[in-house]
């Protein structure tokens, strides 16, 4: 267990603490509720980077928005492609001419033209 020869905590097996004071002590670094917390930098960096987006116009809000919900269309048509190769690979090839009945996305449009709308499961 190289971590553990790197921090060589002190460990209390009567009490069952550990306490990474070696480590502190060495290093420096600063522990709360026995998780260090985030340097001063990325602090830094996450709050200008709150303020940027505070100070973008409601268009661009929009347009970030959009672009993002594109990369989540994207990851989930991938996820989906993956998926798809998945059961191909499970279902014996003379069955494959059924498999679009089964997919998630038909069923859901089905549905919606049956008028059964958000009646699915995920």
Known sequence: MPWLAHYNPEIDWRMGEVQMTRYLEKYGKKWRNGRQTKPGWQKQKEKEEREEFRRLTTDEKIAIARMMEEK?????E???LIELRMVEEMVPRRF????????????REDANEKGLGSYHRS
Do not use: S, T
Not at 72 to 76: C, G, L, Q, T, V
Not at 98 to 103: D, N
């Open 78 to 80: 991938e996820k989906d």
């Open 96 to 107: 494959h001419k059924y498999l679009k009945v089964f997919e998630k996305k038909r069923i």
């Open 72 to 76: 989540d269309e994207e990851r989930d």
